[in-house]
């Protein structure tokens, strides 16, 4: 059985936030949900999480996707382990890490657990072109973890050692909770640290294992502003990385944004300047150009964005979006569609092959197939308490400058005159019209002009 311990009880006062640290997103999920899924992810049975200060808000986000052990007061590593009692008597092996490390990945957490088959106890480490201020990786003559240095504490010889600690540990279960009781506090801090039991297991001739990982920022920590940016970073070249191996082009993956649970399709292609967040799910030979966002969307194949705001709504196939175009709550475009410059849709549907080209707001409508909208046309859905909708039939033609005044309904073929304002139901294949007569006053122009 696989399980495992994230410790998120600490404070993360460097952060200088009233939120949990754990709770500061990451491409847009908060660092402990990123370390859950992929725990998941690497099977991983049984999930304890450690929380202390904030903990409501962890236990609020994760709700019963975990198990959670209270440490209060915070006495160090070792302390929070010892507190996750639930797993005392369990077979198998747990990996304990961090909450603030959010980039670890479900590979690198299946490695560790496959490192430490034969060995009691596993560090995953890494190694630095500078050891900077972490503990050192002292190994013995076989090449097992003989012992870890905190910088502070380093000769000059050891602080000349690269491989350095991640704070990830897996163990053998039951040797984990029966040693973890031999861990004293007798220290500056008067903390309980979870290294000090590679001391102890090799004292006892146990094997204590490293697994040097191959890209050290992935077990980066997240302790302020600056290492939450770094860790930003990372996350989003990792997933634009993911997405060049299986067939998207990329054009500029420094100025590309994508969220960890978007899918996207092969010969897709994305522009600079593209932000693609949520659980967007993007076909195959579409087209995004510069300065696009997409958050929860759905689009089909062979799709054109240009420069344009896709939420929590749908495209349909070889339709073009934009530029300047915005479609947001729950819209849902057909295929062959045409949607222009500057145009809004809220709440609406669009039929196949309708077109809207340009300078008009649909919202709360829904609109057959084969519909063409003139410029500047919109529905009118609101009357200042309630929203109402707007239903246009197929093959309807809406021209210019029309205003619908909802609830109203166009029928089939039916024809809107450009400048009307319609407040009552047209019937299929009539024309409404509702503007005044034009009235010529001769010479009043010149008139009006010398006055």
């Known amino acids: 059985m696989r399980s495992a311990i994230v410790l998120a009880a600490g404070k993360g006062t460097r952060m200088k936030s009233s939120l949990n640290k754990v709770m500061h997103p990451v491409s847009n999920k908060p660092m402990i949900g990123h370390i859950v899924t992929n725990l998941r992810k690497a099977g991983v049975d049984q999930i304890i999480v450690v929380v202390g200060h904030g903990a409501e808000s962890v236990k609020s986000y994760l709700g019963d996707r975990v198990q ?48 430490n088959a034969d060995s009691e106890m596993t560090v995953v480490t890494a190694v630095l072109p500078d050891g900077e201020r972490y503990g050192r990786i002292v190994r013995d003559a076989a090449g097992n973890v003989d012992r870890i240095v905190e910088a502070k504490d380093c000769t000059k010889e050891q602080l000349e050692i690269r491989e350095i600690n991640t704070g990830i540990f897996c163990f053998k279960n039951q040797l984990l909770f029966e040693n973890l009781q031999e861990i004293g506090n007798d220290n500056a801090q008067n903390e309980y640290y979870l290294t000090d039991l590679v001391e102890i297991f090799n004292r006892k001739g146990m094997r204590v294992k490293a697994m040097v990982v191959k890209d050290p920022e992935e077990t980066m920590g997240v302790n302020d502003r600056i290492d939450l940016a770094r860790a930003q970073k990372w996350m989003t070249r990792h997933e634009c990385e993911r997405h060049m191996r ?14 960890v649970d978007v899918e996207i399709g092969q010969d897709t292609v994305i522009y600079p300047n593209v932000i693609i967040q949520g659980e967007t799910k993007i076909g195959t030979n579409v087209t995004i150009l510069s300065n696009s966002f997409l958050r929860n969307a759905t689009i089909a194949d062979e799709v054109t964005i240009d420069s344009s705001k896709i939420v929590e709504s749908s495209v349909g196939a070889k339709t073009t979006i934009g530029p300047m175009s915005h479609l947001r709550n729950h819209t849902a475009i057909a295929e062959n569609c045409r949607i222009g410059n500057f145009v809004e849709f809220k709440n609406s549907t669009f039929g196949t092959g309708s077109k809207c080209a340009h300078l008009t707001y649909v919202g709360d409508a829904d609109v057959g197939s084969g519909v063409n909208f003139g410029c500047g046309v919109v529905t009118v859905n609101y009357d200042g308490k309630n929203k109402y909708r707007t239903t246009i039939k197929d093959g309807a033609f809406i021209g210019s400058n029309v ?37 010529i006053k001769a010479g009043y122009g010149t008139k009006y002009k010398n006055k």
């Not at 302390?79 to 980039?103: E, F, I, R, S, Y």
């Not at 299986?246 to 969220?259: A, E, F, H, L, Q």
């Open 68 to 115: 959670y052990a209270l440490q209060e007061p915070q006495l160090g590593t070792g302390h929070a382990v010892m507190q996750a009692k639930c797993l005392k008597d369990v077979q198998g092996d747990t990996l304990v890490l961090n909450g603030d490390g959010p980039c670890i990945q479900s590979e690198t957490i299946e490695a560790a657990f496959a490192a």
């Open 246 to 259: 299986n067939g998207v082009t990329i054009i500029d993956p420094d100025t590309t944004y994508i969220d």
């Open 403 to 439: 205003n619908l005044i909802a609830p109203v309904t166009v029928g089939e073929n039916a024809l809107l005159a450009a400048g009307s304002t319609i407040t009552d139901d047209v019937e299929d294949g009539d024309m409404g019209i509702a503007r005044s007569r034009q009235q």
